[in-house]
């Protein structure tokens, strides 16, 4: 994979390197990958102008067989969440939740505002502000729906009181998605957070990536998650935190979720990635799927 000039850039108030990354695998699955999974018309205006020139211009700069892979399991995990939140709009749920939002984009292209949707945004401070930036530079606005807030999972900083003070409303159900964030966490951070949103109310859903210990994984995997896990610890950003996929739904199920579905790289294939002329698949990299819900 390409290093971008952006990689580097959080220490000057920009987004970390796999906040870049991931921004930039969903513009690129936007131009080269047909049939398109995750439809995204923000995906290249967010990364800013210079960034996207670049990838308009040369988009199989990020096409190598490991990028392709990795933009698999981003396309795969987005659209798996946003699925989750047709399914909650639904049923009545109203509040959106994106932990670690880095520069999403659901709340720019929410389809839901007629319902009521309300969409926020948990980052560290830094980012949402040179995310907002950005959205500034590409004339994207900031819609009502949506609302900042600004936290650290690291800190010790409460989730559960910053999104109250942002007006959510911990008393009626929310879907959460969280992507791209456990693995960079301690085991005991990752279970914390799970745990605050443990207590929202029936009818919560939580969609979320976390990492397979590697003693788990099949040789060619093992090859591939080691090969990108070294590659985000020099840039600063060490995987900290990994599960048992097992032991992991009964950490859920005592915190009160239920209807668990964990899904490999297998199941991502056959439900996103079936039959294709250009042969995008995942191969997990060692990163797993958790969807629950509150009943």
């Keep these: 994979m390409q290093r971008s000039d952006d990689d580097n850039a959080m220490g000057n108030g920009s987004p970390s390197p796999s906040a870049v990354r991931t921004a930039t695998a969903r513009a690129v699955h936007q131009l080269l990958d047909d049939p398109i999974v995750f439809e995204d018309p923000l995906a290249l205006p967010?990364?800013?102008r210079g960034h996207e020139r670049a990838v308009r211009e040369d988009p199989f700069r990020h096409n190598d067989p490991a990028a392709r892979t990795m933009r698999a399991a981003i396309v795969a995990r987005s659209r798996l969440a946003e699925d989750e939140l047709q399914k909650a709009v639904?049923?009545?749920?109203?509040?959106?939740?994106?932990?670690?939002?880095?520069?999403?984009?659901f709340a720019y292209r929410n389809p839901y505002n007629a319902l009521g949707l309300q969409t926020y945004e948990v980052d560290q401070p830094p980012m949402q502000h040179w995310k907002r930036t950005r959205l500034d530079e590409a004339c994207i606005p900031i819609p009502d729906s949506l609302t900042f807030v600004g936290t650290d999972f690291e800190t010790g900083d409460s989730l559960s009181e910053r999104l109250r003070e942002a007006g959510f409303r911990w008393g009626e159900p929310a879907c959460f998605s969280w992507l791209g964030v456990t693995p960079y966490l301690t085991d005991a951070d990752v279970l914390d957070v799970l745990a605050t949103l443990s207590h929202s109310p029936a009818g919560s859903?939580?969609?979320?990536d976390y990492r397979l210990p590697t003693s788990m994984l099949e040789p060619l995997e093992r090859m591939m998650e080691e090969h990108v896990a070294e590659l985000f610890a020099a840039m600063g950003e060490p995987w900290r935190s990994s599960f048992e996929p097992v032991e992991l739904q009964h950490q859920l199920g005592y915190m009160g979720f239920t209807d668990l579905e964990n899904l490999g790289p297998a199941a991502l294939n056959e439900r996103f990635f079936p039959r294709r002329k250009d042969g995008l698949q995942t191969g997990g990299g060692g990163l797993r799927m958790l969807c629950a819900r509150r009943y």
């Design 90 to 105: 639904g049923e009545g749920v109203r509040q959106f939740v994106v932990l670690g939002a880095g520069l999403d984009t």
């Design 46 to 48: 967010i990364l800013g």
């Design 205 to 208: 859903r939580v969609v979320f």
